[in-house]
């Protein structure tokens, strides 16, 4: 029993050690074998990408896929700038065809209600028009003239005061006044804004000295040669200020038209559609006045 003993003591201290070793070099080898296996599999990921990359990149279905993209992209673009030429030479030629263009004009605003009236039916048509507001009425209604310059229409000069006995007491009085104006509308539209437009209170007719103090100051002054007379009283009938338009055009290939957008003449607003459809009827088209300042006064 005792040699049996010592013999299984024996065959224990044998095998122990091999299993250990068996155990050991097990798990280097797996080890060994995992790590090949990764770096192996790393390296073939690595190349398939690869490989999809560049079928990615030139595979001649996705190459031509993205030639017809940049050709639909350039085919728009080249569409689009191709209608703006058109429609920009259609408006050229009914200028050159006929040589018939209105100007229109509106005096002694910015006003509460009348102008943002007048704005409305301007766009309705999709015109531009020009206007002379009096400084005082543009401190007033700061938002009205801000409104009237960020829809795209001229703003001109029509004095701060519009008080005819000191701005004609002597031209530096006119002057002063109209650098006056100028700077509020600095102030309310833009630092950069400079109007090189202006419009005498009631008209530049037998105001010589004035004249070239103006011009010698800067400034490019319009007067009107047709109207649609709604200075002439109060509350005129929408059909008597259409009737004065219509008597004043004259077949003139080109018409400064005055009119006002102050409160005081609402029958303006009420007549301003029919005016419109007057003038294009007779084959006019609309410009700002700005649009023909003389190169020497272009910046």
Not at 23 to 49: C, M, P, R, W
């Amino acid at each position: 029993m005792r040699t049996d003993g010592r013999v299984k003591r024996n065959r224990i201290k044998i095998i122990f050690p091999i299993i250990i070793v068996f155990v050991f070099t097990s798990i280097i080898f797996g080890i060994l074998i995992t790590d090949n296996y990764l770096e192996k599999n790393t390296v073939e990921a690595v190349k398939v990408q690869e490989s999809l990359d560049l079928m990615y990149k030139e595979n001649p279905v996705n190459l031509a896929l993205v030639k017809e993209i940049e050709s639909y992209k350039k085919e728009k673009a080249d569409y689009f700038l191709s209608q703006q030429r058109k429609d920009l030479n259609d408006s050229v030629d009914i200028v050159e065809q006929n040589g018939k263009v209105a100007y229109l004009t509106f005096d002694d605003g910015p006003s509460l209600v009348v102008t943002p009236q007048i704005l409305d039916i301007l766009d309705e048509y999709d015109i531009k028009a020009t206007f002379f507001p009096i400084g005082y009425m543009a401190e007033r209604h700061p938002g009205i003239l801000k409104m009237t310059y960020d829809k795209g229409h001229s703003i001109g000069n029509h004095t701060y005061s519009h008080n005819y006995g000191y701005i004609y007491k002597n031209p530096k009085n006119l002057v002063n006044d109209l650098e006056k104006a100028g700077e509020l509308f600095k102030e309310i539209l833009t630092t950069d804004f400079n109007p090189k437009l202006m419009r005498f209170p009631g008209g530049s007719f037998g105001k010589k000295h004035y004249i070239e103090a103006v011009t010698q100051a800067g400034y490019l002054y319009f007067d009107w040669d047709a109207l649609n007379g709604d200075a002439e009283g109060i509350n005129i009938s929408k059909e008597r200020l259409v009737s004065r338009l219509k008597q004043t055009v004259k077949n003139q290939d080109k018409l400064i038209v005055l009119m006002h957008d102050t409160d005081y003449k609402p029958t303006t607003v009420e007549a301003l559609a029919d005016i419109i459809e007057y003038l294009k009827s007779e084959g006019y088209v609309f410009r700002t006045l700005d649009q023909y300042i003389e190169p020497s006064l272009e910046e």
